[in-house]
């Protein structure tokens, strides 16, 4: 067995990790078990994890059945083209992995987001290397203060430290507090977050003619990152890309 830790070391690192297991003791993204196995996900909840790799929809990143070839578009994205660029989710959201997002979401749980944002990092790749800078989809002021955290900002700027990308949290500005979007239609969610967005003439400076990925948890119909990415091109983006860590796929899971 090849090591570079001489044995020492090695018993010293594997006592500390018994010990971290002891006082912090992994509990499963899916199940919240704790002590389920080693690591974030047992082998049956990765298997029941919906992976989304190629082919995809270049605008929208829903899986696509035939293999088209690069830049192919759904018909729905031919329909009614996306405001944004490029998009693509790292997994499905449905029931296998409602629980990872839920409680990262509601719940803040940071312990899953280094995984998280490592399946985000693979899925986005072809975006992540032609961006410039990566921002996050806010939330309104009065909201994160009273949640104390916005989940969408700490996947971004986990992948901006994997990617070695410059993260700007604040840049983009929620100016209205609207309302949840759970159990909306995809019109009244239009409606809801039409305008949200804004960027400061100082925060324009940093995206005129540049590239911008934009991060978020979710994407259902795609209502919130839309006005996002409007509000980016009015400040003068060149490009406005989307990576979010799960998409809905089915419209029976269109619930959160
Ligand atoms: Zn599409």
New binding site residues.
Partial sequence: MSSDMDPPARMAKGLLRGAADFLWPQRSLVSGQRGAGKGPLSAAEFAAIGFLSDP???????PMEIDLGPDT??????ARP?RWDR?RAAIIYDAASRRIILDLKRSGRRDGLSTMTGWMHRAGAPLIAQADLIVPVPLHYTRLVRRGFNQSAWLAQGIARRAGVACHVHLVKRRRRTPTQGGLSARARRRNVAGAFAISKRAAALVRDRRVLLVDDVLTTGATVSACARALKQAGARQVDVLVLARVVRETDLTI
Avoid: E, L, Y
Wanted: charged share 15%.
């Fill in positions: 995809v929809c270049d605008a929208c990143g829903r578009h759904c018909a729905a994205c031919i996306p998009a």
